[in-house]
DNA sequence: TTGTAGGCGTTATCAG
DNA sequence: CTGATAACGCCTACAA
């Protein structure tokens, strides 16, 4: 490239073969890359220029416009974003918090914000609580200063608090509902109903829900509609919890559920199911032989524990990115319009861990 | 708190009880938080006197310092990152650059860059490549300008590429050695041959191995001592691949494993392992009676897969925190002068896929 | 020890 | 359509 001939001066798109000795030492030495000054006295024109050429493109001369990225181009310009956030007052920054990375059911979340983010020309900022509400809290006001907006995913704040954040900056809630602050939940209803429905079909009478934390507000939605639907169907329905929603959270439950001589158990999540099944293994519980377990969320190692597990598969990739794009609708960047919650479809997923009672 | 008794006026540190309903109003109205001219109007000093107090504590007057920070605390303020970000440069932003966000040898990763970054007051932008260089190679460069650094984990970058970028930011690099840039990696040597002791003592004189991409310096780098060992032992080695580092890049080559017949087969990750075992499980080939598996990371899931995996284990939580400390210590935020690259202890894990030859 | 003033890179408001 | 100029919030010599 760098060694064509220099065409006529005339052709645009082909100047600025050559930068300027001066200006190009000035550009390496400063070390922080070209500036919209560099590119204005490249391409000889106002700094304000510039920036209306690249920001609103089409609103001004076509060849002005074009000289102008062109120089950009040349000097390989890439706008400075904490320059750009302080009139602004945008960073273009989105915080995702999540409670428990480690939990598989998360990175379906982050791929699917990462990629609507990244199409939108949005960095994506992670923050972690551990599971702890104050870890979060503070998280998440270090943060608000710098970015737009937050996906809460899976947060155990309180209503209030997530209010008062959402008064700050556009907040969207990943399988939480409250009044007012947009989210996206999975359908919980539908979910449930199928999983009782096989359960129930299956002639299961007496049924366990493995609870997650107190905080979850989709793990007590869960256990209420199991509860709608045992009282509708006459069968026993006991909630076992609160549980942390980890494998050893399902774990040291095993003899709170042998104790409560269920047939079948539903866990909150497949972190805890795989953790009682492999308890109820070591303590010689043949699952599904003496106990059907079934679980939520169909993560990665599901499908191979053995015995497989039934489980209510929802699409969490998808989560995640409706997630961004609402944020991004709410502060003007997407096409969308839609500031409010929608239901996620769910599917079951039958496999070995549940069978006909005996 | 609010309705406490206004006390005497000299004692410092309960001054401020009251807010100027005029500093009040504009606060609110700016929407955007207190600034350290709001700081400065309550406390009555200058900006620059606010700035340095809550900058670097200790060189000034105490009494000033205390007002300060009473006044801070009472609006509840917080720095614009951007506003900083602009005279220092500094973005206070560390981005982690994944190949995969679903492999879960990831979020190891990720958890402990992200405590190392939160203790740091530093936050972590992550951006994902989708095992595509293209598009690692060009969200980079957008970040470039808004982090202070870079944690390049499983990249599939070229050397050259890579020393670019750390010339123009700090960067660590995870599994991958390129000179001159600092980097965290498991000790392969002492990996692969735990590994190959294991699978030699167990009397296999076949062994192939199931490499990853092409791009994966430590593939590559596993491959080779592999090699070493087996012409030691004088016994017979193969590479099948290259094959993507997933599940179904595993379940792909079974064909062609079976058409190598060894007797074991070491598979790049646990990823690639667990899909072999699935395919050969459904091919009616018998793990380990007529073939053993072992793969490398120890991931969420290869213990209870069956049957369970043998694997070398790294500590990639550890990989995580010490490659943003190493970042931290470049930008001279920790107490670490470390800018080496340096080796992780890596742990055998024997299981059930592995077992004598018959 | 504290205040003054200029600058960081960009946007936005006005003129011209 | 384009240029000048004042913010945006903070930092940092330099001066007092």
Redesign the pocket.
């Known amino acids: 490239m760098a060694d064509l001939q220099p065409p006529p001066e005339d052709i645009p798109g082909n100047e600025f073969e050559v930068i300027p000795p001066a200006l190009a030492e000035r550009i390496a030495r400063?070390g922080?890359g070209a500036?919209?000054?560099d590119i204005a006295e490249l391409a000889?024109?106002?700094?304000?220029?510039v920036?209306?050429a690249?920001?609103k493109p089409g609103?001004?001369?076509q060849?002005?416009?074009a000289r102008v990225r062109a120089a950009a181009e040349r000097l390989d310009?890439?706008?400075?974003t904490a320059?750009?956030a302080?009139?602004?007052g945008r960073s273009h920054m989105l915080a995702v918090v999540v409670s428990d990375i480690t939990n598989p059911m998360i990175f379906g979340i982050l791929r699917g914000a990462e990629q609507a983010a990244a199409a939108a020309g949005y960095a994506l900022v992670i923050a972690e609580s551990q599971e702890s509400g104050l870890a979060e809290a503070e998280a998440i006001q270090r943060l608000i200063p710098s970015v737009d907006g937050f996906v809460l995913a899976t947060t155990r704040l309180s209503d209030l608090r997530i209010r008062d954040i959402a008064s700050r900056r556009p907040v969207v809630l990943i399988n939480r509902d409250v009044e007012h602050v947009p989210g996206i939940l999975p359908d919980v209803r539908t979910g449930v109903d199928q999983l009782m429905d096989h359960l129930l079909g299956a002639g299961h009478r007496t049924i366990a829900y493995l609870s997650g934390p107190t905080s979850s507000w989709i793990s007590r939605r869960r256990w209420e509609r199991i509860v709608e639907r045992a009282v509708d169907a006459g069968v026993a329905a006991v909630e076992i919890g609160p549980n942390a929603p980890t494998v050893d959270g399902g774990s040291e439950a095993v003899d709170r559920v042998r104790a409560a001589r269920s047939t079948a158990v539903i866990a909150f999540n497949d972190l805890m199911a795989i953790g009682l099944m492999r308890a109820a293994a070591a303590a010689g519980i043949s699952v599904p032989g003496e106990m059907s377990v079934a679980g939520f969320d169909d993560i990665f190692g599901s499908e191979f524990i053995v015995p497989a597990l039934t489980t209510v598969r929802s699409d969490l990739a998808r989560a995640g990115e409706r997630s961004v794009e609402q944020l991004l609708g709410v502060l003007g960047v997407g096409e969308e319009s839609t500031p409010l919650s929608e239901l996620l479809e769910t599917s079951l997923i039958v496999r070995g861990s549940t069978a006909p009672l005996a």
């Open positions: 400063r922080a500036t919209i000054y000889n024109v106002n700094p304000s220029t920036s209306r690249l920001t609103r001004m001369s060849k002005t416009e310009f890439r706008f400075n320059a750009r302080l009139p602004t």
